[in-house]
Nanobody, 128 residues
């Protein structure tokens, strides 16, 4: 079983930075891909960054590329999302997710359907 806990959200002004953390809890984590999604009220949940450590690849959509960076620290079993030059449209609940145990991928999936484990989310609010 996998448990994910996000932290690091908060209220910031446009142009500020935040670093979100996602810590794996429990005995072990046997996923090979983890990602970050966000969801604003009334909006679809959208993919913002993912990392596949089995192939050493990361991926982010154009909406955040160049501003958001995902990374993983193996020793801490933790995934981070560094968010720079935040914009009001980045305001959302940010969720950490992991793909199914033992599933292999050749890429970094961006569909929420590929992720089986989810954290409870952390709120990020960016004011103008």
């Amino acid at each position: 079983q996998v448990q994910l806990v996000e932290s690091g959200g908060g209220l910031v002004q446009a142009g500020d930075s935040l670093r979100l953390s996602c810590a794996a809890s429990g005995r072990t984590l046997r996923s090979y891909v983890m990602g970050w999604f966000r969801q604003a009220p009334g909006k679809e949940r959208e993919f913002v960054a993912g990392i596949n450590w089995s192939i050493g690849s990361t991926y982010s959509p154009d909406s955040v590329k160049g501003r958001f960076t995902i990374s993983r620290v193996n020793a801490k079993n933790t995934v981070y999302l560094q968010m720079n030059r935040l914009k009001p449209e980045d305001t959302a609940v940010y969720y950490c997710a992991a793909t199914g145990t033992g599933r292999y991928y050749y890429t970094v999936p961006s569909s929420s359907d590929e992720y089986d484990y989810w954290g409870k989310g952390t709120q990020v609010t960016v004011s103008s």
